[in-house]
DNA sequence: TTGAAAGCGCTAACAA
DNA sequence: TTGTTAGCGCTTTCAA
């Protein structure tokens, strides 16, 4: 009972007109008579025909699909909801052409080749990439694939040859420090993520260009993104600096590692130690005290990434976009 | 300078024999002559070739692809880190197969439009529903559409139609509640979700088939998997029952919310009141107390689902699989 | 503005 | 075991 799928032709024969015809009334063509594209539309209701992509791309040779590369599962973006934010965001301004959303994981060296062979076989017209590091083997597989790809942040070291949106991590980190600086707090650490992600080195850099040299190296302790790891650092920032009052740790989750390490050193937040995090994720509000925080307006940045890409594809004039972040003050400082 | 893509021809070409023959060794087919074979091989790796989806998609009427379907966008799924474990599992399943993964969001009518018109359009070979709830119109579109789908979590209400993998959730319930039952907790509350989830209403069924009739409906409020709603919620079930001496909560952000309730009214957890959560997400380390919690083998899950899809592709008999949840002792119970 | 027709790259049926 | 060939459904050029 299962009947066919009608095809180009059955709209053709029941509208009275040439396959020809048809395919310029889907494709938008504005040189068909009136008379004609209201029979095929009608046509196409009535059959309920719907277009086989795999025929279009085979004769266009584009694919009308985008794929997503996600690098590095232990980063940031795998650990909280940012993450869905984001897929929400692309496959809605995707849906809007009519394009879809593949993803891939890029893990390991097999997963790697498999994007890269995606890449090359052209299954993808174009590519979003998320978190890829500074040396990941894949960006080579993208640029000799020549497919277009934008990234999802900045790729470190890639930044004029990969167009990418961005939170503004070093402003965000700014504003988190000068915070802190006009609370009254003179001795402040920090806990960073991995130096070779932007969220890493950029927020540093913001937290030292407003601390100036009071920052030693030694109040800058390195996190890897994740709870324990910010429990680790803080305990390690503590003894090194036995009278700090405030830390600006690079995310939610590890500032949660944090807050845990500084009960456990018995230190009162805020008043004691300030903490500030970043992301803004809902771990944010999970915590006790809950986070003061700096926002990410992940969504736009979501957004813009695939109008980059979009943009890419028609072949237009792109430039990179840094979103500014917003400082949310709750409880923790 | 871009070479065009090497085609089917090409390898024929450059290993002396028939594009048939490259086809066959292409599948795998096993009428071929190991001489011929080898030169296959030889010729695809000299010559980049990738299969062109496209074309093979045409002919076979398959398109290699299994679309994954996000339903309800407030469904914890999207709050939390699981999403992420989800969807690793699933492409590295479907990797094996050379299969992608589409990704659709199916929040609102006009997403679920998009979705039952690329599944009728037959662009996927088969669909992997997501926290899709009892009566959702996507269910009807689905099933019109004659695409193979498997749901990751219970179908309230189909169940016997579309088959799924699932975490225990009554058994998860029934662990938590008998667990604050052995630590001789007496005055047990609930923290439901929502009634038309299956979180919602086996976790429910679980907890009250432990109680009994000690279960008055005033001990169960429900809540919407937000932080905001378990706060609310526990504050609701603390004026129903001002000497509750324990809660079991659906998700562990709702717990969250509760944790902040309980502190706000001034009881000590798990002193006075214990927690139990559900999930074991990034959350339920990030509070304080932490939670004690019940942990989904949310991997596993995703992988089953997977592998009940590829079943039915292969129009094996498939039938649902229910994966054990564990107790996760930690500090509010 | 429209129709006719070629051909995208592949698989599979058939013939050898 | 292998080669030949038809044709999947579509877009687009060319001609009318």
């Known amino acids: 009972m299962t009947r066919k799928r009608p095809t180009i032709n059955d709209v053709a024969e029941a509208s009275g007109v040439s396959r020809g015809t048809v395919s310029r009334v889907l494709n938008g063509q504005t040189n068909v008579s009136l008379a004609a594209e209201l029979a095929v539309r009608r046509a196409v209701s009535e059959t309920g025909y719907v277009v086989n992509r795999a025929a279009r791309s085979l004769k266009t040779s584009r694919t009308g699909s985008v794929v997503m590369v996600l690098s590095e599962p232990q980063e940031r973006l795998f650990e909280d909801p940012n993450f869905?934010?984001?897929?929400?965001?692309?496959?809605?301004?995707?849906?809007?052409?009519?394009?879809?959303?593949?993803?891939?994981?890029?893990?390991?060296?097999?997963?790697?080749?498999?994007?890269?062979?995606?890449?090359?076989?052209?299954?993808?017209?174009?590519?979003?990439?998320?978190?890829?590091?500074?040396?990941d083997p894949l960006l080579e597989a993208v640029e000799r694939s020549h497919v277009p790809a934008v990234a999802c942040g900045a790729v470190l070291g890639h930044e004029s040859v990969i167009p990418y949106a961005a939170a503004d991590d070093r402003g965000g980190a700014r504003q988190a420090a000068q915070y802190l600086v006009d609370q009254g707090r003179r001795r402040i650490g920090m806990i960073t993520g991995p130096l070779d992600t932007p969220g890493g080195a950029l927020r540093m850099e913001g937290f030292t260009s407003v601390l100036g040299r009071k920052v030693t190296k030694r109040k800058l302790v390195y996190g890897d993104y994740t709870q324990a790891g910010g429990e680790r650092a803080m305990h390690e920032l503590l003894r090194n600096f036995p009278d700090l009052d405030a830390v600006f740790v690079a995310s939610d989750l590890m500032a949660a590692g944090a807050l845990q390490a500084l009960r456990t050193a018995g230190r009162r937040v805020p008043g004691d130690v300030a903490v500030v995090g970043f992301d803004d994720s809902a771990i944010a509000t999970a915590t006790n005290p809950m986070l003061t925080t700096i926002r990410q307006p992940l969504a736009e940045v979501a957004e813009e990434t695939v109008r980059l890409l979009i943009a890419l594809l028609d072949e237009q004039q792109v430039e990179s976009a840094v979103l500014p972040t917003e400082l949310i003050v709750r409880d923790s400082a």
Chains 1, 2 share one sequence.
């Open 84 to 135: 869905s934010v984001l897929m929400r965001a692309a496959t809605n301004r995707l849906a809007e052409r009519d394009m879809s959303l593949v993803l891939m994981i890029a893990g390991d060296d097999g997963d790697r080749e498999r994007v890269a062979h995606y890449l090359r076989g052209g299954h993808a017209d174009g590519a979003l990439l998320i978190s890829t590091h500074e040396g």
